[in-house]
């Protein structure tokens, strides 16, 4: 009886874990069957054109021409994988694109194919940050973070040594959205940045005078007159300037919330998030590869990505310092991803993982 009951007990645990645990591994991303779900009954258009990708899908260097492939083209060239000299791309899937789906596939932790697999596709017309992923500044091969070229941050000139620094911020007074209150809005980045705040000596204080603040905050339509215009709904979400440039911005013609409680689109995006992720850039840091960081450049719709991780500490800590009161050990093994950065590393483990089960619950039934 008592075996009985064991082996019913397993064959449910087994169950549920072969049903649970591959899911729990992924993050929520778009794919191309979810497209056509969440564009409709939305009231905001999109302008993006990286849902079209779709058609490229396992094209790979034997595809030879393929329409409209020069798009995809000028998309690596924008994010950093393809040369900023050559613009006059053609619809050839050639060795060169070959390089740049590699480049792209290793920085988005996917199988290192060339082709343009059913991952890598997903990947690449997921809601992102509109800053470049080129890395010029590694300064470890195991670490994950990365800065921009020159690694410039903010430096304590005006107040001499005064330890911590301190940074104001404001919000545009033009700027706005206004579907969400300023109160809420005004939380969401006061939690942000006292996030970056309690790992550096960087206080973060807001202020009403927009003119003279070290970050500005707004939100912007379209081409907005620096060069990086917005797309509309999803595709690029939002981008800021590298230090000690203080600018960010989010696009206007995204469905931003502070509760996915209130916000019932199916395309909401967490603000706290991406302004979390924003003032990353603010402070000197790049995109990282590590999946759970903070500076990984993709956020699907309806997915928060909001506390730092180990990645994030120890890059921006490299450039400032450590907060004298953080304490490394609140950070437990569980938030050290960034030597597991990749989802085939994820997915192999776990897949590895579910057959020993499997071969470990058949033995038993047998034995
Ligand atoms: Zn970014
Ligand atoms: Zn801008």
Redesign the pocket.
């Known amino acids: 009886m008592q075996f009985s009951l064991f082996r019913y007990d397993s064959i449910l645990l087994l169950f549920l874990f072969l049903c649970f645990f591959p899911r729990a591994c992924f993050p929520a991303r778009i794919t191309p069957e979810q497209i056509t779900v969440t564009t409709t009954g939305d009231t905001h258009t999109h302008k993006a054109t990286w849902f079209n990708f779709t058609r490229f899908k396992d094209a790979d260097n034997g595809s030879h021409v393929i329409s409209g492939m020069s798009e995809l083209k000028r998309y690596f060239q924008r994010f950093g994988y393809l040369s900023v000299r050559n613009d006059n791309f053609t619809d050839v899937y050639d060795t060169q694109f070959e390089s740049a789906v590699n480049l792209y596939q290793k920085k988005f932790g996917l199988p290192v194919t060339g082709k343009l697999d059913f991952d890598t596709i997903s990947t690449i017309m997921s809601p992102r940050c ?1 800053v470049s992923d080129s890395a010029p500044t590694k300064i470890h091969a195991s670490k994950h973070f990365v800065y921009f070229n020159g690694r410039p941050r903010w430096n304590n000139d005006s107040a001499s040594t005064t330890t911590p620094m301190t940074l104001t911020y404001a919000f545009s007074p033009s700027n706005m959205i206004n579907y969400i209150s300023l109160p809420e809005i005004r939380t969401a980045f006061k939690r942000s940045f006292s996030r970056w705040a309690s790992v550096i000596p960087i206080n973060f204080n807001e202020t009403e005078e927009y003119e003279k603040a070290d970050i500005t905050i707004g939100f ?1 339509g379209g081409d ?3 060069g ?1 215009a ?1 797309d509309g709904a999803l595709g690029v979400l939002a ?1 800021a300037f590298a230090p000690e440039n203080g ?1 960010m ?1 989010f696009d206007e013609d995204e469905t931003w919330a502070v509760d996915f409680k209130k916000a019932k689109s199916k395309l909401a995006v967490d603000l706290e998030s991406v302004a979390t992720h924003e003032i990353g850039h603010i402070l000197g840091l790049g995109h990282s590869s590590v999946q759970d960081a903070v500076m990984y450049p993709n956020l699907s719709p309806r997915a928060r990505r909001r506390e730092l991780k180990l990645d994030d500490v120890e890059g921006v800590q490299a450039l400032y310092g450590s907060n004298p009161n953080f304490e490394i050990s609140s950070f437990s093994e569980s938030d050290n991803v960034s030597d597991k950065g990749t989802g085939l590393v994820c997915r192999s483990s776990n897949w590895t993982l579910s057959l020993v089960v499997l071969v470990f619950f058949i033995l038993l039934v047998i034995v």
Do not use: A, I, L
């Open positions: 509109g912007y907005h007159g620096d990086e917005f981008h600018r911005h």
